[in-house]
């Protein structure tokens, strides 16, 4: 059998387009920071800079009728806090029944936020600080005293006893840091951090940190470092590359034991995930725009768009081409769809970061759908709310990718995923 085989799911199990299990939502375009990098291009003197309380609660409707499982909802932005009613909104779909998490640059939170978040049903944030240093930090926000805020913010999040993630933004000019910023994770208590990749989108297009996007060979080398710092810090810290589905390659080439290889590596934009933003446009994810054949969830139902947008239903197939086509790979990994369409036009071209030549020996799929035994259930629930949509998909892939049909204990601790404090 090829190193690289994998069970998961074949592109016509993909094709049935199960109701998606994490939703981001961009609230607003309003932002009190002026980061050069930004998807959004977002700031603070955003004009029609988001829906109405009435209409973002229909979307919240539109959401628990496409997912009445309660998938994760990203509320992000710009910067969600500047919303007003971003209480109200947070209390609406946790009371639906949703998993309502914000992304935010916590510069807003102090104790009495952290409080207000807490009673209005958030289920975790997402906490962007992207330097170990507040001169890094507050370089690349584009605002001088944010690395503090930010810092004061988390901590007072943990005071709330709110479970977060860092969320840290790779550069050349910060790479260096990633192990400073594990560390800086653990101390400020959060429970995960997750390494993002610059991508050629909004502001990012004509940054001064686009000198500092990372080569190929770059980018390998530092998919390699956080291998290796999640073996190392992985049972005290979930530490995760996101958006960097060639880490599934990586991690299998330099452990056998990582937990980062097939489980949740992969692109999930159109087959478990979906973007909304400030305008109500819908797109497989954050870093994809709208364009002028873009659907608006305000005219068409969320249903019809996750089910048959040309877009959505393209990604699908995973009818890649050149070498993300032959790979067999191609599955767990698939490359990023949105750095290939910013980089290349063709969102089906092949990453056009990866390195990897593939053998085109692909192995054809098996669909096996694992079950849970109760003592895995038992030890799932255990694992903070705004993360367990998550780790139950990624054990369920990583299930599949072993051939296994039985979820354990001892497979959730094989996959390395030990979260709980």
């Given at each position: 059998?090829?190193?690289?085989?994998?069970?998961?799911?074949?592109?016509?199990?993909?094709?049935?387009?199960?109701?998606?299990?994490?939703?981001?939502?961009?609230?607003?375009?309003?932002?009190n920071l002026e980061c050069e990098h930004c998807y959004m291009d977002a700031d603070e003197k955003s004009e029609n800079a988001e829906l109405s309380t009435t209409a973002s609660k229909?979307?919240?409707?539109?959401?628990?009728?496409?997912?009445?499982?309660?998938?994760?909802?990203?509320?992000?932005?710009?910067?969600?806090?500047?919303?007003?009613?971003?209480?109200?909104?947070?209390?609406?779909?946790?009371?639906?029944?949703?998993?309502?998490?914000?992304?935010?640059?916590?510069?807003?939170?102090?104790?009495?936020?952290?409080?207000?978040?807490?009673?209005?049903?958030?289920?975790?944030?997402?906490?962007?600080?992207?330097?170990?240093?507040?001169?890094?930090?507050?370089?690349?926000?584009?605002?001088?005293?944010?690395?503090?805020?930010?810092?004061?913010?988390?901590?007072a999040v943990k005071r709330a006893g709110l479970p977060f993630q860092l969320q840290f933004t790779i550069t050349r000019e910060n790479a260096e840091e990633i192990e400073q910023a594990?560390?800086?994770?653990?101390?400020?208590?959060?429970?995960?951090?997750?390494?993002?990749?610059?991508?050629?989108?909004?502001?990012?297009?004509?940054?001064?940190?686009?000198?500092?996007?990372?080569?190929?060979?770059?980018?390998?080398?530092?998919?390699?470092?956080?291998?290796?710092?999640?073996a190392l810090y992985g049972k005290e810290i979930m530490v995760r590359a996101r958006c960097a589905p060639l880490i599934d390659r990586i991690a299998r080439e330099e452990s056998a034991?990582?937990?980062?290889?097939?489980?949740?590596?992969?692109?999930?934009?159109?087959?478990?995930?979906?973007?909304?933003?400030?305008?109500?446009?819908?797109?497989?994810?954050?870093?994809?725009?709208?364009?002028?054949?873009?659907?608006?969830?305000?005219?068409?139902?969320?249903?019809?768009?996750?089910?048959?947008?040309?877009?959505?239903?393209?990604?699908?197939?995973?009818?890649?081409?050149?070498?993300?086509?032959?790979?067999?790979?191609?599955?767990?990994?698939?490359?990023?769809?949105?750095?290939?369409?910013?980089?290349?036009?063709?969102?089906?071209?092949?990453?056009?970061?990866?390195?990897?030549?593939?053998?085109?020996?692909?192995?054809?799929?098996?669909?096996?759908?694992?079950?849970?035994?109760?003592?895995?259930?038992?030890?799932?629930?255990?694992?903070?709310?705004?993360?367990?949509?998550?780790?139950?998909?990624?054990?369920?892939?990583?299930?599949?990718?072993?051939?296994?049909?039985?979820?354990?204990?001892?497979?959730?601790?094989?996959?390395?995923?030990?979260?709980?404090?």
């Open positions: 059998m090829n190193k690289y085989s994998s069970t998961e799911d074949t592109p016509e199990d993909n094709l049935l387009c199960a109701a998606p299990y994490l939703i981001s939502w961009n609230l607003t375009k309003q932002c229909k979307i919240i409707d539109e959401i628990v009728a496409l997912c009445p499982e309660g998938p994760m909802l990203v509320m992000t932005g710009g910067e969600p806090l500047l919303r007003a009613d971003i209480f109200e909104l947070i209390e609406y779909a946790s009371r639906k029944g949703l998993m309502p998490v914000l992304g935010t640059n916590a510069t807003k939170i102090d104790d009495e936020v952290a409080e207000r978040l807490k009673k209005s049903g958030i289920a975790g944030l997402g906490i962007s600080i992207d330097s170990t240093t507040s001169p890094g930090h507050d370089k690349f926000r584009g605002v001088e005293g944010t690395w503090l805020k930010s810092i004061e913010g988390a901590q594990v560390v800086l994770a653990k101390e400020l208590g959060a429970v995960g951090i997750n390494f993002f990749f610059l991508v050629r989108t909004g502001r990012e297009k004509q940054s001064p940190f686009t000198k500092n996007r990372l080569s190929a060979e770059e980018h390998e080398y530092i998919l390699k470092q956080i291998v290796k710092l999640e034991s990582t937990s980062l290889t097939g489980a949740g590596s992969a692109c999930i934009a159109a087959s478990g995930y979906m973007r909304i933003d400030p305008d109500g446009f819908v797109t497989p994810c954050p870093y994809i725009p709208p364009t002028s054949e873009t659907p608006n969830i305000q005219t068409t139902s969320l249903r019809k768009i996750w089910e048959q947008d040309k877009t959505f239903t393209l990604l699908r197939t995973r009818a890649y081409k050149d070498r993300c086509g032959d790979c067999e790979l191609k599955e767990s990994c698939g490359g990023c769809r949105a750095r290939t369409l910013a980089d290349t036009g063709d969102i089906m071209e092949t990453d056009p970061l990866c390195l990897y030549e593939p053998t085109g020996n692909i192995i054809e799929a098996i669909d096996i759908a694992p079950e849970w035994s109760s003592e895995a259930t038992q030890r799932l629930e255990k694992i903070p709310v705004f993360l367990r949509a998550m780790v139950r998909k990624s054990t369920e892939r990583y299930a599949r990718t072993k051939g296994i049909d039985l979820i354990t204990p001892a497979l959730m601790a094989e996959l390395r995923k030990r979260i709980i404090k």
